[in-house]
């Protein structure tokens, strides 16, 4: 039970996740849009970046989504040639991501935006708060994290 003392300032922090969000996302989404693309997308990109040649299984555990709501827009990165699929040499069964030049250049570019973004908000806000908001993040992050089975490097997830 939350304790009626902080619900007030618990509402408070759930309100800011939610605007800061839509902050950080707001510039990628103005590019993607005029590619004809989604956050959806994005997420997409984002992740094949970090780990070249993780499978769609991998890709969908790490998204959290079933297969019927990446297929299309899997299907859309793959058609615009900012992703390629390959079979993989120990398994053909098995589908390879990776991006191809253009959609590593999507993918940076839109990676630098929200970079910025962080960046400013650290600066304002000074190490300690930035030490801080990573600790209460990782903890929030902890559940999604362990059943997605990545591990983010320099992040100490609290014990379960």
């Excluded at 969000?21 to 992740?47: K, N, Q, S």
């Excluded at 989504?65 to 040639?81: E, G, H, I, M």
């Excluded at 993989?88 to 630098?112: M, Y």
């Excluded at 304002?124 to 997605?148: D, N, Q, T, V």
Aim: hydrophobic content about 50%.
């Amino acid at each position: 039970m939350i304790d009626p003392n902080r619900a007030e300032a618990l509402g408070t922090a759930i309100e800011l996740v939610h605007f800061a969000y839509r902050a950080m996302i707001a510039r990628p989404d103005e590019v993607l849009a005029a590619r004809g693309l989604t956050r959806v997308h994005h997420r997409i990109l984002y992740f094949v970046a970090r780990s070249p040649g993780m499978s769609v299984n991998a890709l969908l555990r790490t998204l959290g989504v079933t297969k019927q709501a990446l297929n299309r827009p899997l299907r859309d990165l793959c058609k615009a040639r900012l992703i390629a699929m390959d079979r993989s040499t120990d398994d053909a069964r098995v589908k390879r991501l990776r991006l191809t030049p253009a959609g590593r250049r999507l993918e940076a570019r839109l990676s630098a935006l929200q970079q910025q973004h962080f960046a400013a908000a650290f600066a304002s806000a000074g190490a300690a708060a930035e030490a801080g908001w990573r600790r209460a993040m990782a903890a929030l992050a902890a559940p999604e994290l362990r059943k997605s089975g990545r591990e983010l490097p320099g992040v100490e997830l609290p014990l379960s």
